[in-house]
């Protein structure tokens, strides 16, 4: 095992708001979101009164004092420090930003099937399960099986379908098409689908009463392409750190560079695996994704759930903050936007918050616009003294 020195902190603590974002990114024009603002837009719109004590204290607002998130006054002094970053990956989906995050950005674009998958993929898909495929054109999930599930359940056919993000899903009635052979069928997805480029397989598992009346499981699975080269957890583990893997982090790497991970049921869970993490002695990089505000709420386009959802977890770093120790760091950050307000289903491009804290550092600093997410993942390496990648700089010195 390698002498497991560092710079400021023992342990860094990173947690990704799935699909959080902070303000249309410089080039959202591109990607038809010009107006998009998920936190903006949630404050604004949340039926009732919203607020975000400790990340307003973190300096939330302070991000962007010249248009605060409303319900979070803008903190003076913060007591963490504060930017933002756009993303420099050429599509918008939770694998290229976590990627990017830690030192991969994906500059060459995956696969995108705006008119669904072609034949080549769904003939070997019903070859392989012995399944017909129904649907196969971008949906909403949701949609899907309202539309869809009665077909499945009469025919036992698979509901294949895409987003404007890069990935194949199939959504299946586990009364109709038990839970292993999803699984199953989504693993030989993934083989057959690398050399499109698919970003991501998802298993969508539901159970199901009629079209008004169903529910998707928490076994949804998310299996990835294997990251395309070395990335910060990499060279983390390479190098003797602990990398701990709570929640898709370890489906969206495929398991690469983490030492131990678990699968999570919700964003609590996500956070009681976390503030768990704060009670063990570890050397490295605890690393979350929260899944929930994408997957509940920013797709279903519901406003009311997200802007929840934020509030409970409010409640959960402000446990954390009074658990840290002065050699811990907590960053809180997101791998793309998912404007509740927003047109349509999908992801929108934007800028994703940075807040930063220990209870060791003074705060009340910005940390300026990041043209890459992959400053936080050259942070961490910087702190531990591990040598850097390609992308990205270390915040480190900013932490003062």
């Known amino acids: 095992m390698a002498d497991r020195k560092y710079k400021k902190f023992k342990r860094v603590f990173g947690i990704v708001m799935d699909s959080i974002g902070i303000g249309e990114g410089p080039d959202a024009d591109k990607f038809d979101d010009l107006g998009c603002d998920t936190l903006g837009h949630i404050g604004e719109k949340y039926p009732g009164d919203f607020s975000l004590p400790n990340m307003g204290k973190l300096g939330l607002s302070n991000i962007r004092p010249e248009n605060p998130i409303k319900g979070v006054p803008v903190a003076d002094p913060a007591i963490g420090y504060f930017g933002k970053a756009h993303e420099l990956s050429s599509g918008n989906d939770s694998m290229e930003g976590h990627w990017e995050m830690m030192g991969l950005p994906m500059i060459e674009p995956v696969g995108y099937f705006p008119n669904g998958f072609p034949d080549d993929i769904i003939n070997k898909l019903e070859e392989f399960s012995g399944r017909k495929v129904i649907l196969n054109k971008p949906y909403s999930g949701t949609d899907a099986i309202r539309d869809y599930g009665e077909e499945q359940k009469k025919t036992g056919a698979l509901i294949v379908y895409t987003s404007g993000d890069s990935v194949l899903q199939i959504a299946a009635n586990t009364d109709i098409i038990p839970l292993k052979e999803l699984y199953r069928i989504c693993e030989y997805a993934r083989k057959i689908t690398i050399p499109y480029k698919v970003g991501r397989i998802i298993a969508r598992p539901y159970v199901y009463t009629d079209p008004e009346h169903f529910t998707r499981t928490s076994d ?67 690393f979350t994704n929260l899944v929930d505000f994408d997957a509940m709420y920013g797709h279903r386009r519901n406003i009311k759930g997200d802007g929840d959802a934020l509030m409970e977890l409010d409640k959960r770093i402000g446990e954390m903050m009074s658990k840290m120790n ?75």
Request: without cysteine.
């Open 220 to 286: 949804r699975h998310d299996f990835t392409l294997p990251p395309i080269d070395t990335t910060d957890l990499d060279r983390l583990k390479d190098a003797g750190y602990d990398v701990l893997g709570v929640g898709k982090i370890n489906d969206l790497f495929s398991g690469q560079g983490i030492t131990e991970g678990w699968h999570t049921t919700s964003n609590m869970d996500g956070m009681d695996h976390t503030i768990a993490n704060l009670d063990r002695d570890f050397t490295g990089f605890s």
């Open 326 to 400: 002065d050699d811990d760091l907590m960053f809180i950050t997101a791998d793309h936007g998912n404007d509740p307000s927003y047109r349509g289903t999908d992801h929108t491009r934007e800028y994703t918050p940075i807040l930063m804290y220990s209870p060791g550092l003074p705060g009340g600093k910005s940390l300026g616009v990041g043209d890459t997410f992959a400053n936080l993942g050259a942070t961490v390496l910087d702190n531990f003294g591990v040598k850097q990648g390609k992308y990205g700089h270390s915040l480190l010195d900013k932490l003062n």
